[in-house]
């Protein structure tokens, strides 16, 4: 079988997190991907948080993989030309520069239309149009604006920002989705158009359940919340679920800094969970035996449940539990996935040779597809394929040649 978007061509035009994101994902499903990088510099996140000297950075392999790489300057009569050839041959073009950048270039989208009306073009920026528009937005900058970390932490405590990289690569795989809904129309319209995410509409669509809650507060305290006290908006709830089923992340033995579990408190699986914590009695408690009871002492439930699990560790706890249907699950540290055997065996962490860095191991492409096998390469390294595709616009040696002396590429 062949690659689910094989025979689409991306430009890439992309840096950091938000935009490689986005574009690498495309590659891993077939796209051809040519990343576009400045002469010299290339992605700013080469250099970035280097583990080894004069290497491409970690940051930069695990955004980059499956892509080819060339370099242009931009600024250059010539390499707007070669840019203009590279546009009209391509199927979508992905950027995630400031407002106005390309603008400034000489390619507003109606330029860009002129060269192919078939082109999608795709943006990420921080914020949409209005008030916010020509402010710069990075990974927590989102998160902040968009309702995270107001409602991420304990009470009383600061608002705190997530690991998981929601503000750029949560942004990232919106673009997919839109970029992938722009081709399908112009299966049946021919016409390309434009896409534009924005990291605060992004984040803010993660968060929509804390908009919901926003507005059940108009009603009464949530009762799902473990908070003591309630004012206008939507409280730090610590480890709560906020949803229909209450969870929490309790303590396991051995006492380490992540020998937790999460355990959610279904109504069928109360039973089960009073005779492995060695209460059976409480099964059939008129003080405990109800969802709508329990509601209003889910600290003392869930101490109760940590007094078991503190005299086993998570493994052992997540094996008793999931033998009763009960849903749990280990807080597994950055050092347990990468070497977990079920997630390599999965393809969910692969390690990929480099030339320079030598082996490496990145996370894999998470969506999988039956007809559409994804093989994880190494990213490029900064302009290796640069001759290569001006091959392909029709460039011979010479020409190739000549453009680099003149710093063209």
């Known amino acids: 079988m062949g690659k689910a978007l094989e025979g689409i061509r991306v430009l890439d035009m992309t840096h950091v997190q938000s935009g490689p994101s ?9 796209a051809d991907v040519i990343k576009l990088e400045a002469p010299g510099s290339g992605d700013i996140t080469r ?11 970690l940051y930069f392999t695990m955004l980059n993989s499956n892509k080819r790489s060339i370099t242009l300057n931009m600024k250059s009569e010539q390499g707007k030309e070669i840019f203009t050839s590279l546009v009209a ?11 106005g950048v390309v603008e400034r270039f000489g390619f507003p989208w109606e330029r860009l239309q002129e060269i192919n009306p078939r082109l999608v073009y795709a943006s990420i920026k921080g914020f949409g149009p209005g008030r916010y528009a020509n402010f710069k937005a990075y990974e927590v900058i989102a998160q902040a604006m968009a309702g995270s970390m107001s409602t991420t932490g304990f009470e009383g405590g600061p608002p705190t920002a997530t690991g998981a990289q929601i503000g ?6 919106h673009l997919v989705a839109g970029i992938l809904a722009a081709l399908y129309q112009r299966t ?11 990291m605060q509409d992004a984040v803010l669509n993660l968060c929509r359940v804390k908009l919901r809650d926003q507005q059940r507060l108009v009603h009464g305290p949530l009762g799902e919340y473990p908070n003591e006290h309630f004012g206008d908006e939507v ?3 610590g480890n709560a679920s906020g949803g229909g089923q209450p969870g929490w992340a309790v303590r396991c033995a051995p006492g380490g800094p992540n020998d937790y579990i999460y355990v959610i408190i279904q109504p069928v699986g109360w039973k089960p969970i009073t005779e492995l914590i060695g209460k059976p ?5 008129p003080a405990w035996n109800t969802p709508a009871v329990r509601l209003a002492k889910l600290d003392k439930a869930f101490a109760l449940i940590e007094e078991w699990t503190e005299k086993h560790t998570k493994w052992e706890v997540m094996e008793k539990l999931n033998a009763h249907n009960i849903p749990c699950g280990p807080i597994l540290s950055t050092k347990e996935l990468i070497e977990d055997e079920t997630l390599a065996e999965l393809g969910s962490v692969v390690e990929v040779a480099h030339p320079e860095r030598g082996a490496y191991k990145t996370v894999g492409n998470p969506i999988k597809l039956s007809d559409s096998t994804v093989e994880i ?3 490029p390294l900064l302009g290796e394929h640069t001759t290569q595709v001006l091959a392909e616009l029709g460039y011979d040696e010479r020409q190739v040649a000549d453009l680099r002396a003149a710093g063209v590429i």
Do not use: C
């Not at 986005?22 to 077939?30: K, N, V």
């Not at 750029?168 to 795989?173: A, E, F, K, P, V």
């Open 22 to 30: 986005s574009t690498q994902i495309l590659a891993w499903l077939g």
């Open 47 to 57: 250099g970035q948080l280097r583990d080894l000297p004069d290497v491409d950075s």
């Open 89 to 99: 041959g391509v199927d979508i073009l992905v950027e995630n520069f400031g407002p």
């Open 168 to 173: 750029d690569s949560g942004t990232g795989i």
């Open 188 to 198: 049946n319209s021919g016409r390309g158009q434009r896409v534009q995410v924005a």
């Open 235 to 237: 409280p730090r709830s």
């Open 281 to 285: 009695e409480l099964a059939d408690d």
């Open 377 to 379: 390469e190494r990213s």
